[in-house]
């Protein structure tokens, strides 16, 4: 199974987020993320995709022929990239197989999720499911401007919350499928995606400054792992 990382520079919301230091960690997210992608048992081949020179600093100093740093241009790596555009380019990364798509932005997910997913995304391949992404099951009172999206308060004005249909939220910790569906509908999920729940720490996303501080605090009082055990 071949991991593709992308980690561009340049980093908006949360500044330097790639590599800087959190709960001990003098690397970062980075330095979790590598160290959880190298203690699967499952993952063959970690391509590393950056335009940042702090980051393949870093990369370079981790010893395992496991880790390929690839050099993204500029062009591809900027925050007025597309992740259609991303998803093109990573296509063209690997010449065959299936392809994990993943982030240093789910610090919780360890060694043994990435393993679950992958032998989850392999048996699921076969009922006919064609890729895997992970999401958040969302069981709450949830409205848009219309009014509630998963209840009918003509029905029960307040159900219980068990009761309610759940919807999906999409963290991106893991995007799974096959090299045809990167190559043939320039995307990283198929028609018949399987949706892997993870539980809230585990699928926890960082993508704001106040999700970094909470990461952190989170990290340093030991709530969830890291997670480079198997």
Partial sequence: MTCFLPCRKGSERVPKKNIRPIAGYQYGLLEIKLNQLLSSQRIDHIILSTNDPDVI???????????????????????STSTDQLIEYAGT????????????????????????MIEAYLAKREEGYDSLMSVNELRGFLWNDAGPINYDRNVEKWPRTQTLEPLYEIN?????????VYRTRNDRIGDAPFKYVLDKIQGFDIDWEDDFLMAAAMLTAGIGKTGFET
């Avoid at 197989?97 to 990435?114: E, I, M, Q």
Wanted: proline share 5%; no cysteine; net charge negative.
């Fill in 57 to 79: 600093a870093y990369a370079r100093s981790v010893d395992s022929p496991r880790l390929e740093i690839r050099t993204r241009a500029d062009e591809l790596a900027s925050s």
């Fill in 93 to 116: 990364q690997v010449e065959q197989g299936d392809l994990l798509w993943t982030h240093v932005t789910s610090p919780f997910l360890t060694a043994r999720h990435y393993d679950d």
């Fill in 172 to 180: 991106s910790a893991v995007f799974l499928a096959p090299l045809e």
